[in-house]
């Protein structure tokens, strides 16, 4: 066989089923699903294929961005990408490189190129290591930290994982470079998880080599008219996304961690697997960071005020 048999990556989320828990470990808009993008999906008709070109969605997002039809190149989910972008830039044996600890599916897709990952700081040192491909998310998961923009032209390249872009005060605009491929994620903003939304952003010439591994109809019909509808779907961002940032910086206030950047932030705690053990067993599911290389950090997510109280009272209780 081509590639090798791995284990899935750890991620926060739903681990069944049915599960009755406060979810913290997932960062997602509580004051979600946008009901607009919802009344799309359910309007859709699933009785006939889609455009296969998905011209329509494509449109919508470039003129949203600015750019041309071809630089966009949708997706089913950010993994999704993430995985066909490792496909198609990276050999067996090359470097790739990630400043901070890398999103799971990106280091499990480099992993099944039989490629390698070196983890280097947020603040990277010059000249690059010599590398194919470069990874950041920004603003990082599950630091928060957010990086200015910059180029690393020894890199063929970039990839900007902007998933929690849109919870920022003041979004930061990465230029559209030659060697850049930014990856949006918009279901989180939206509080559209199941749906899958995503879209990747990148000069024509990358974004060809992408359309090339995606197979004919590869989004359902109303993910399509999804991904159409964001443009016209800011106002549910612009309702919600202060009062998160309002509700995330009071939580990380009251656990005494510094002030968060987006809607979720670490706490430094003694040991974080037996932590979020502990809490499971309350109901309460927050994350482990040992999968990031942060084995004494957790990662929180704001939820509602209610919530979050409850959170507080039994890490109270707990100290």
Known sequence: MNYPLLPRAPHGGPQSAHENILDFSVNTNPLSP????????????????????????????????GVDPSSVVLGVGASELLHRIVRAFVAPGDTVLSLGA????????VALQRAHIQILDRNPPTPLPPARLLYLSNPHNPTGHVLSPTAWPEVEVVIVDEAYAPFLSHPVAWPLQPNVIRVQSPGKAHGL?????????????LA?????????WALPAPLAEVLSAL???DAFLHNTLGKVRTWAAALAQTLGAPPPAVH????????????????????????????????????????????????????????
């Open 264 to 319: 979720f932030f670490t706490l430094t705690v003694p040991d974080a697997a037996q932590l979020a053990n502990f809490l499971l067993r309350q109901g309460i599911r927050v994350r482990d960071c040992a999968s990031f290389g942060l084995p004494n950090q957790i990662r929180i997510a704001t939820r509602l005020p209610a919530d979050n109280h409850t959170l507080v009272e039994i890490l109270a209780a707990l100290r």
């Open 102 to 109: 890398p999103f799971g599916e990106l280091a499990r897709a």
């Open 208 to 216: 060809s080599h992408l359309v090339n591994l995606q197979p004919a």
């Open 34 to 65: 946008n009901p607009d993008l919802v009344r799309v999906w359910r309007a859709a008709d699933p009785s006939a294929y889609p455009d296969p070109h998905y011209a329509r969605a494509r449109a919508a997002l470039a003129a949203y961005h």
């Open 231 to 233: 443009p016209a779907a």
């Open 193 to 205: 998880l199941g749906l899958r939304p995503a879209y990747a952003l990148a000069h024509p010439d």
